[in-house]
């Protein structure tokens, strides 16, 4: 039997989940086989919590495995295959978490654990890379971003972890650059979330957008993705019905500098 056909015989099953299910899905979590890494496994993680088929012992295994295999940090200097793995254990850690808020099971140190490990990867990610041929999709950025905005989630969050969340943030948008699948979006969704949760205010907010501007328009840089990103994010805040006048007023300064400068925003 094959890891697809043992994998996806134990997902048709009722009771819990077995440790050899688990381990079967964690070990092929980044497959380049994209039915069997999108399809069935990541779909599987989310079934099976659902379903509440995963005991306590088998999360806490899952972050164990997270953390001293370091799935996030797999080849990170490269840009190779490895992505699937770094880019679908940000996901499962979303699932974890979520999962966390409705059932309240991480501990206080597995929460700053999983914080520590998370800003330490999307600090080093390398890898832009959307839609790959034959392979599915990589999407380690939009994964990244998630995985960000999940963090917000976790009441251990400091103050230090949220400038550090929007340090990643200007990171992946001004020095990484080049998205092409929206990957812009998920950012402004991660700040969204972050918001929501009253992790950040509307002044440090404005502090870093103004801060991001200024460092763009001294250097007359076309970056299209740092416009897109505050389209987005100003667009949500609206949509949402969360009322950040100054956010909003610094956005315009760089659309207004933009459209002059090169036409667009």
């Given at each position: 039997m094959t890891d697809q056909e043992q994998i996806m015989k134990g997902l048709k099953q009722?009771?819990?989940?077995?440790?050899?299910?688990?381990?079967?899905?964690?070990?092929?979590?980044?497959?380049?086989?994209?039915?069997?890494?999108?399809?069935?496994?990541?779909q599987g993680w989310i079934q099976l919590l659902e379903e509440q088929r995963l005991s306590l012992e088998q999360k806490r295994w899952l972050l164990k495995q997270i953390q001293e295999q370091e799935s996030l940090f797999l080849a990170i200097d490269t840009v190779n295959d490895a992505v699937f793995t770094r880019s679908?254990?940000?996901?499962?850690?979303?699932?974890?978490?979520?999962?966390?808020?409705q059932k309240g099971w991480l501990t206080l140190e597995e929460q700053q654990q999983i914080i520590a490990i998370s800003l330490t990867y999307m600090a080093q990610e390398k890898d832009n890379r959307g839609f790959v041929e034959g392979k599915g999709w990589a999407h380690a950025f939009a994964h990244g971003a998630d995985l960000l905005g999940s963090l917000s989630q976790l009441i251990t969050l400091t103050t230090e972890d949220v400038m550090a969340i929007l340090n990643r943030t200007s990171r992946a948008l001004i020095e990484i650059d080049d998205f092409l699948y929206s990957e812009e979006a998920r950012f402004s969704i991660a700040i969204i979330e972050l918001i929501k949760n009253k992790k950040l205010a509307e002044k440090e907010l404005k502090t870093w957008i103004d801060k991001n501007n200024n460092q763009l328009l001294e250097a007359e840089s076309f970056n299209f993705c740092w416009s897109q990103f505050l389209l987005t994010l100003t667009k949500i805040l609206d949509l949402e019905k969360i009322e950040m006048p100054t956010v909003q007023a610094s956005s315009d300064v760089f659309f207004s500098w933009m459209y002059k400068k090169f036409g667009i925003i």
């Open positions: 009722e009771e819990g989940a077995t440790n050899q299910l688990i381990e079967c899905m964690f070990r092929n979590i980044g497959t380049v086989d994209p039915v069997l890494r999108d399809e069935i496994i990541y679908f254990t940000s996901l499962l850690l979303v699932l974890l978490i979520e999962d966390h808020k």
